[in-house]
């Protein structure tokens, strides 16, 4: 009966923190673009020129410091 409890107490946990933990972002906002760039400069082999989703990136300047 011990088992039982502290076993349907691990698995309560577990829901609950995994519940807890859906509102949150998995990643920030920038990534899934800076993914993407990366991934077309590498399929491309074209490391100079930005796209993204085959677009050319224009919006933000290629060096930016």
Known sequence: MS???SLLTIILLIVCVTLLGFPL????????????IAQE???NNDFVNLYSLDKD?????HLPF
């Open 3 to 5: 088992n039982n409890k």
């Open 25 to 36: 972002d998995m990643m920030p906002p920038d990534a899934a673009l800076y993914g993407s």
């Open 41 to 43: 400069m590498q399929l």
């Open 57 to 61: 990136l224009l919006d933000r300047p």
